[in-house]
C-alpha cells in the first residue's frame, strides 16, 4: 500500500517536522506501507491518486491570523487549489483513510471541508495550548479498536485546548479535559486525528506508538503490499 505524507512548516516554527515524520514514517513502514514524503501541498494531494493513507504532519495555512504572520502571507501561506480539494474528496470516496496529527487541526483554515473531514479546526483567539512543559495524564476515554486494552499514560506534549470539535466527535483520548484523539468516518472513507505528537519524544511513549500503530491498522483495514 502507498502511504503519502504531507509534512513540513513556516520557517521558525517549533515543530521539527523533519523527525516527527522520521517516527511516522517508521511506523508506517513497520505496517507494509510505501511511504511517499512531500512538503508540497499540491504535490501531496496530486500523489494521492491510488494511495491508501495521506498522513498530514504539517503545519500550512493562510498565514493570515495569527497578526504576527500577515507579513508572510503572500510568500509563505497555504491554499489548497481546487484540484487538490477535489483530491481529498476523491481520496476518502475511494474507501482510503486519513491520519492527521497535531498541527493539522491548524490547517487550510480557508478550507471548511478539511475541517469537516477531520471533525474539528482551531479557532484563531480562542483556540491555544499550554506551554510544552511537565508531563501531562492522558486518559483512555470509551472502547474502540485503537484503544482497547491500553490504559492511561503520562507524556510531554502540547495539550491543544478549545479547538471546535463537530458534535458528534466521540474523543477517545482526552487530557485536561481536552480531547486529543478521535476517529470517525467521512466522505466514505476513515479518518483519525491524533492531537499528540508535537516533538519525537512524543512518539517514543509506547501506549502512544501503539495507538498509532492500531491508527494506521484501522484507517487501511490492514492491508499491506501493493
Known amino acids: ?4 505524507v504531507l509534512t ?3 520557517a521558525g516554527s517549533s515543530h521539527d517536522f523533519r523527525a516527527t515524520t522520521a517516527r511516522l514514517s517508521d511506523l508506517l513502514a513497520d505496517a507494509g506501507a510505501r511511504v511517499e514524503v512531500h512538503t508540497g501541498v499540491e504535490e501531496a494531494f496530486a500523489a494521492l491518486p491510488g494511495a491508501t493513507l495521506l498522513v498530514v504532519n504539517a503545519l500550512r495555512w493562510t498565514m493570515r491570523e495569527p497578526e504576527h504572520y500577515r507579513g508572510r502571507a503572500d510568500v509563505d501561506g497555504v491554499s489548497p487549489s481546487d484540484a487538490s ?11 482510503s483513510g486519513v ?3 497535531h498541527t493539522a487541526v491548524l490547517c487550510f483554515d480557508d478550507w471548511p ?4 473531514a477531520l471533525g474539528g479546526a482551531w479557532v484563531w483567539g480562542r483556540s491555544h495550548h499550554p506551554p510544552l512543559g511537565p508531563p501531562v495524564d492522558v486518559r483512555v476515554e470509551g472502547p474502540h479498536p485503537l484503544t482497547d486494552g491500553v490504559g492511561g499514560f ?15 466527535v466521540v474523543p477517545l483520548l482526552t487530557a485536561g479535559g481536552q480531547p486529543m484523539l478521535w476517529a470517525r468516518e467521512h466522505g466514505g472513507g476513515r479518518v483519525v486525528y491524533d492531537a499528540l505528537g508535537h516533538h519525537p519524544p512524543s512518539y517514543e511513549v509506547p501506549e502512544h506508538r501503539e495507538i ?3 491508527a494506521i491498522e ?3 483495514g490492514g492491508r499491506r503490499g501493493a
Open 1 to 4: 500500500m502507498r502511504a503519502i
Open 8 to 10: 513540513g512548516g513556516p
Open 85 to 95: 480539494r477535489a483530491a481529498l474528496t476523491a481520496h476518502l470516496a475511494s474507501g
Open 99 to 101: 491520519l492527521a496529527i
Open 113 to 116: 471541508e478539511w475541517g469537516d
Open 154 to 168: 503520562r507524556l510531554v506534549d502540547e495539550v491543544y485546548s478549545d479547538v471546535d470539535t463537530a458534535p458528534e
Open 212 to 214: 498509532l500503530r492500531r
Open 218 to 220: 484501522w484507517l487501511t
